[in-house]
Each structure stands twice: as structure tokens, then as C-alpha cells.
């Protein structure tokens, strides 16, 4: 326990800073003196107060969660050039994503989960066509899901769920041929499932349970259960869906084979037994 120490942000030379899981309490240095600094773990401590305005400049990882800090993300955040990993989920910050986000063309991994961010989810995100993880559940995200989240080539997760996001589902989620995890459940989205989706072979669990669709699951999404490539559809019993088998009237995810001999995973169709 106790705090960081302040000579640790004049260390010209150092390159690495694990102190993760030490219950440190006080506030983060700024670290912007440590010109030599990849990676800063402060992840699991006690940590509070704000964001510093400036961080190491040649950072390539970031990982903050599970502290107490608040404030905001500043724009200087799209100095970090280098940035592969950004992780500040389940802290208190606050205020909207800048759209600077779009400068960190290298970041891999986006965690912001359980926070308090509002406003829109910036569209220079399409620039980041090397992003892997995107997740952001849990805020207060508004507006609606850009269409240039369709650019990102390499991404596996997108998980954007318990916002108040509208609007319809981009059909170009369906260029996402690397994503394995797409979660947009409760939000208010509208409209209909794009038949695009069938095109996710990759795809493992597919979420958009609680939101305000209608029609139907398309038949090109349930071949995806059939070739036994999607184990997962998390949905509400508004969605006619025919390839959903297995209902969790609890709310609860329920994973258990649907049918025991051909070995098939769970296929949930939310809310209704």
C-alpha cells in the first residue's frame, strides 16, 4: 500500500512500471519526464482523482482499470501515437470520447467499460483498422453505432452493450469478418437485423437482446447456428426467431447444449419459455 512515489516520474530510463494489485492510494504521476516509458500497469489499486493532462509520450500500454479515478479523457490523449493498449475500465471518469481517438492508428486494445461516459461513440474509430478489442458496456453512450466501425478489418470483439444507443444496426458490421464477439444488447436500437451478419463466420455470440428490433432473425444469421459456426444468439422474444431453441426466462445466460446429440451449444432466445 501508500502512494507513488514522486522521483518516479523524473526516471528518464525507465521503460517499465508494474504496480498493479499493490491497493496504492493518492493520485497518478504524469510520468511525461519518463520519455523512455512502453508500459504503465496502475491496474487494481485505489488509485483517485484525475487523469494527468499528459502521459509518458512513447507509451504502448496503458492499463488503469479497477481504480477510482474520475475527470475526463482530454485530447492530449491522441498524442500517444504509439498506444496499443488503452484500459481504464471500471473507474468513475466522466465526459465524452475525443474524437482524437482517431489519431492511435496502432491501438490494438480499447477498454472503457463501466465508466461514465456519455455523448456519441466518435466515427474516427473507423480509422483504427488495427483495433482487436473494442468494448465500451455499461456507460451512457448516446447517439447511434457509426458505420465506420465496418472498417475495422482485424477487430474479434465489439461489445457496446448497456448504453442508450438508437438507431438501426450499420449493415457494414457485416465486413467485420474477423469478430467473434458482437454484443448490443440493451440499448434502444430499431429497425431490423442486417442479413449482412450472415456473412460473420467467425462469429461465436451474437447479443441484441433489450433493445426495440422487429421482424425477424434473417435465415442468413440461423445458417450461421446451422454450420455450427454462431454458438450464441441473445435476443427478445419480439425477434421470430428459428434457430432459437433454448429460452432463459430469468434474464440469466443459460449455457447448455439444445440438443445433446449433435452436440450444439446453447442458442438463446431471451425472455420467454
Known amino acids: 500500500d501508500g502512494t507513488i512515489p514522486s522521483k518516479l516520474g523524473e526516471l528518464t530510463s525507465l521503460e517499465v512500471f508494474d ?55 482530454t485530447s492530449a490523449l491522441g498524442e500517444l501515437t504509439d498506444l496499443e493498449k488503452f484500459d481504464i475500465a471500471l473507474n468513475q471518469i466522466m465526459g465524452t470520447i475525443p474524437s482524437e481517438i482517431g489519431w492511435l492508428v496502432k ?23 488495427n483495433l482487436v478489442n473494442l468494448t465500451a458496456n455499461s456507460m451512457g453512450l448516446t447517439g447511434t453505432i457509426p458505420s ?5 478489418s482485424n477487430v474479434e470483439r465489439v461489445q457496446l452493450s448497456a448504453n442508450w444507443l438508437r438507431g438501426t444496426i450499420p449493415s457494414t458490421l457485416g465486413r467485420l469478418s474477423k469478430i467473434a464477439r458482437l454484443w448490443l444488447g440493451m440499448n434502444k436500437l430499431t429497425g431490423e437485423l442486417p442479413t449482412e451478419l450472415g456473412s460473420l463466420t467467425q462469429m461465436l455470440s451474437l447479443s441484441v437482446n433489450r433493445n426495440e428490433l422487429n ?3 434473417p435465415k442468413e444469421v440461423c445458417n450461421l447456428v446451422e454450420s455450427y459456426s454462431l454458438n450464441e444468439i441473445v435476443s427478445d422474444c419480439t425477434l421470430v426467431c428459428s434457430c432459437c431453441e433454448v429460452c432463459d426466462p430469468g434474464g440469466n445466460k443459460l449455457f447448455a447444449p439444445c440438443d445433446s446429440e449433435a452436440a450444439i451449444s446453447s442458442i438463446i432466445n431471451r425472455g420467454c419459455l
Open 19 to 73: 504496480a498493479s494489485r499493490n491497493d496504492l492510494s493518492g493520485e497518478i504521476l504524469d510520468f511525461r519526464a519518463s520519455t523512455a516509458l512502453k508500459y504503465l500497469d496502475l491496474s487494481m489499486n485505489s488509485l483517485k482523482g484525475s487523469l494527468p493532462l499528459a502521459f509518458a509520450p512513447n507509451l504502448k500500454e496503458l492499463n488503469l482499470q479497477r481504480n477510482r479515478l474520475d475527470s475526463e479523457i
Open 107 to 129: 491501438l490494438k486494445h480499447f477498454d472503457i467499460e463501466d465508466n461514465g461516459f456519455i455523448g456519441p461513440i466518435p466515427t474516427e474509430f473507423g480509422f483504427l483498422t
Open 148 to 152: 465506420e466501425l465496418g472498417n475495422l
Open 215 to 217: 421482424a425477424s432473425v
